[in-house]
């Protein structure tokens, strides 16, 4: 993102570049057919549970005040919008954790003044909204976006943990709770007698750890041997909701031999009740505030309107980082201000305002990089079937499958025909099975290219980028304000498992939780961390600089996330992470080397330009990328800059030239192997090289995998 503080110079070129392919965010979107229904339920379960969650907390800690039809009515109302006129549509919408901390601090702040008190609540909670509307408005104008490229990994993925740690702790609180009676509730019921209180807390951890286990290893369903291709394929699509579905029914399994209250199911007010509609008419009373708590409002606004920028533009960042390998631009400057306008008719109309969450944006995009995945491999699966039959020879069946792959590829308006990608070139066990057949014109089989596994090697990551699954996961959030009596069904431990898949599910790619793994990793094992899908600096940066930097960051998010439990205090922790941009910039370069803080935590004001993602791989992890055996795509993502670079071990060639039919042997070769120094190094082993030696992975050449194989044979190989 160009870097501008003329005042609506930023948002003016974000709407120029997104109005160019405005057109083709609903095409695409209609375009993928029913097929985009998978990844919009997996989306909507994960943008509704929390939600009503979250309701649910809130409805606890403002004494009803707000509720679960607030929190979804909310959510609903600003994901239609933004799905409609937004910016950038893969970002998720949602009332997030955050909001609720802000929410129940300014409550008990209101309850315990008497001038304000619970009835002036939600009226002074709307001037609030005004004064961060206000402040967003102002910061998108004069271009605070273009600050982003600031919030490095360091406080991106710092900030995507803590979430995530409050996802999780949310999970652990509610099963807590399992155990114990309710606030509010009659505790001479027979369902809150000791013995029953202990079976429904313990029927509350199964059903919780069975939505949990089941909904991971749904996830990765594709890589199943058991099975049929469309049953994994449906399962992987649609197994998370359809867990939730599966447990809800477990739990009325003892429904006739238990009491009523067992298990725990959802409680909130029908919204066609009557005097369910005295929150939407706040904007009346807000005159009835005294007009110091007018311009106090200013305090806890700033406080929101700093913590919305940094989310709502996180959020944003991480749904759209580089390995996903979008071609539309971003558009952070006229989002912020669109997020001005939700917020403010959020305050008006009483309810919570939403902003841009986390994990679900991300999460949004790897289910539509999936999607995108399957359109093009069932294309390119019926070419080489087609093209096999025809006894097409190696060279003539890959550039078919090139041509098919093109003819999928929508060029965007402004977009040269030069500039659209291409597949991934062949693996070098193909082309070596070829060349053993005499002559690489030969018709080739099946038997020398397996058309079900090796397709998926050739397909780059690429997302269906387009606004059709954003709109119909918001309308359904909606719907379920309609279908509250439905909802109700679902017990509260479903909810507290499925928090704690979405925490588990944000994690892979987080380098900042792989390296506090590998601080845990046992010195005599930490040679595997090579022989796997790996980050440059495990190979670049002393394993004493990574344990200090990840140490400091253990540190700080700890402090951060203690700020949540403070009262009032509480609210500081949005200022906190903003702390960490002068503290990356100024701070850590006195207490690390560039070098290894470019690896560890490179910023894009201190790196060179990217290369383009299929010469960028080629030329740093030279030999590809394998994203076979996982249930996602994007699993095990390969990126390409900003220290995020994955070297493997898979013998495969990544290109971004094509291949053509007469000249198939020029163009198919392989890299020649090298030796990967920081294997031995991790083993405690002498490198044939002398020390760490003049040869990286990172020069463009493969790394030698040694699994399997013992120390003393891996050096001698």
């Known amino acids: 993102m160009e870097e501008t503080f003329v005042p609506l110079e930023g948002i003016k070129n974000d709407l120029r570049g997104r109005l160019m392919c405005y057109r083709q965010d609903w095409s695409g979107g209609f375009r ?33 005040v707000l509720t679960a039809v607030q929190t979804l009515a909310s959510t609903a109302l600003c994901g239609i919008i933004h799905s409609i006129i937004g910016g950038q549509p893969l970002l998720i919408l949602g009332v997030a954790e955050p909001t609720v901390i802000m929410y129940t601090f300014m409550f008990n702040f209101a309850k315990e003044r008497s001038d ?46 803590l979430i995530a740690m409050l996802f999780m ?149 991480l749904a759209q980082q580089k390995e996903f390998n979008l071609r539309k631009p971003a ?63 190696l060279g003539q069946l890959y550039g078919n499958m090139q041509e098919a792959y093109r003819q999928m590829q929508t060029p965007l308006v402004y977009q040269e025909p030069s500039s659209r990608p291409g597949l991934n070139e062949l693996k070098e066990t193909t082309i070596q099975a070829a060349s053993s057949m005499g002559s690489l014109n030969a018709p080739v089989d099946e038997t020398m290219f397996d058309v079900e596994k090796d397709i998926d090697d050739l397909l780059p990551v690429e997302v269906k980028e387009q606004r059709v699954s954003n709109l119909l996961q918001a309308m359904m959030v909606g719907g379920c304000v309609a279908a509250m009596p439905i909802l109700k069904m679902i017990p509260t431990s479903v909810l507290w498992g499925y928090f704690a898949f979405m925490a588990i599910e944000s994690l892979p790619g987080n380098q900042f939780w792989e390296r506090i793994l590998l601080l845990f990793t046992a010195p005599s094992r930490r040679f595997k961390v090579l022989e796997e899908y790996h980050a440059t600096f495990v190979e670049t940066v002393p394993f004493k600089a990574i344990v200090i930097f990840t140490l400091f960051q253990t540190m700080y998010l700890l402090i951060c996330f203690g700020l949540t439990w403070v009262p009032i205090a509480g609210v500081m922790f949005p200022l906190m992470i903003m702390l960490l941009v002068p503290v990356r910039q100024y701070i850590l370069p006195k207490f ?126």
């Open 32 to 64: 993928a057919g029913i097929r985009i229904l998978a990844p919009t339920t997996y989306i909507f379960f994960a943008s509704a549970i929390p939600v009503i969650s979250f309701g649910e907390q809130l409805e606890r800690n403002t004494e009803g």
């Open 116 to 161: 304000l008190g619970r009835n002036l609540f939600l009226p002074w909670a709307a001037w609030v909204c005004v004064w961060t509307a206000a402040l967003l408005f102002l910061m998108a104008i004069l271009g605070a976006c273009s600050i982003i490229n600031r919030f490095t990994r360091l406080a991106g993925e710092l900030f995507g943990l």
């Open 169 to 317: 702790q949310q999970a652990i609180k509610g099963l807590v709770e399992e155990f114990r009676i309710p606030q509010q509730e009659n505790q001479k019921l027979a369902e809150f007698l000791p013995s029953w209180r202990f079976a429904n807390g313990m029927f509350a951890v199964v059903l919780s750890f069975g939505l949990l286990l089941t909904a991971l290893r749904s996830r990765k369903a594709r890589s199943w041997r058991y099975g049929t291709g469309w049953l994994r394929s449906f399962i992987a699509d649609y197994g998370v909701p359809l867990m939730v579905l599966v447990w809800t029914a477990v739990s009325y399994i003892p429904a006739k031999t238990v009491p009523d209250g067992i298990p725990r199911r959802l409680f909130s007010p029908n919204p066609w009740s009557p005097g369910a509609s005295e929150n939407w008419t706040v904007v009346k009373d807000m005159l009835n505030v005294p007009f110091f708590y007018i311009i106090g409002a200013f305090i806890p606004a700033t406080m929101i309107a700093v913590l919305y920028y940094f989310d709502h533009s996180v959020a944003s960042q």
């Open 331 to 393: 558009s952070y400057h006229y989002d912020l201000l669109l997020l001005g306008f939700l917020t403010l008719m959020c305050g008006l109309i009483g309810v919570p305002p939403a902003n841009g969450v986390i994990p679900q944006s991300p999460m949004h995009t790897k289910s539509l990089a999936t999607l995108k995945h399957q359109l093009l491999r069932n294309r390119l699966v019926t070419t080489a079937r087609r093209s096999i039959r025809n006894n097409a020879s």
């Open 592 to 717: 690390f080397k560039g070098v290894h803080l470019q690896d560890l935590d490179a910023a894009e004001y201190e790196e060179a330009p990217a290369l383009p993602f299929n010469i960028a791989a080629e030329t740093e992890i030279g030999t590809g990328a394998s994203y076979g055996g996982a249930g996602e795509i994007l699993d095990e993502v390969i990126t390409r800059s900003r220290g995020e670079v994955r070297h493997v071990s898979s013998p495969k060639i990544t290109s971004s030239t094509t291949t053509p039919a007469h000249d198939s042997k020029s163009t198919l070769q392989s890299p020649r192997p090298s030796f990967s120094p920081r294997v031995s190094e991790l083993r405690g082993e002498k490198s044939p090289y002398g020390g760490r030696g003049p040869h990286s992975p990172r020069a463009g050449e493969k790394q030698l995998s040694y699994l399997g194989k013992s120390p003393s044979n891996s050096a001698s190989g």
